[in-house]
Nanobody, 128 residues
Framework: QVQLEESGGGSVQAGGSLRLSCAVS???????????MAWFRQAPGKEREGVAA???????AYANSVKGRFTISRDNAKNTLFLQMNNLKPEDTAMYYC???????????????????WGQGTQVTVSS
């Protein structure tokens, strides 16, 4: 069974940076490079939204609200997904989740229903 564990959340002031990590453990995955993965976030009272995605070819996609500020990447050897967040804004405050798709597909999407495995989330709070 896929297990995803996020870390790296915290509280920062506007303009600051954070780097989120998502460790992936699953016996049938050879590497995070074999699947599409993504970051989502959910603010209080709002629906969960896609933030950034990366497919098995390394192609990335971002929500318009984070383009130019956030960068999704992965370390295949460590089976870890990252989200580098720069120039954070108060509206970035949310619980951040990583998600994994099924092996083999090269789908690049921020649609939640595509992803079948989810972490428990890590809280990011940005103060003005």
């Amino acid at each position: 069974q896929v297990q995803l564990e996020e870390s790296g959340g915290g509280s920062v002031q506007a303009g600051g940076s954070l780097r989120l990590s998502c460790a992936v453990s699953e016996y049938s995955y050879s590497s995070v490079s074999s699947v599409s993965m993504a970051w989502f976030r959910q603010a209080p009272g709002k629906e969960r939204e896609g933030v950034a995605a990366i497919n098995k070819y390394g192609v990335t996609a971002y929500a318009n609200s984070v383009k130019g500020r956030f960068t999704i990447s992965r370390d295949n050897a460590k089976n870890t997904l990252f989200l580098q967040m720069n120039n954070l804004k108060p509206e970035d405050t949310a619980m951040y989740y990583c998600a994994a798709g099924r092996p083999g597909a090269a789908t690049l999407t921020l649609i939640q229903s595509y992803y079948f495995a989810w972490g428990q989330g890590t809280q990011v709070t940005v103060s003005s």
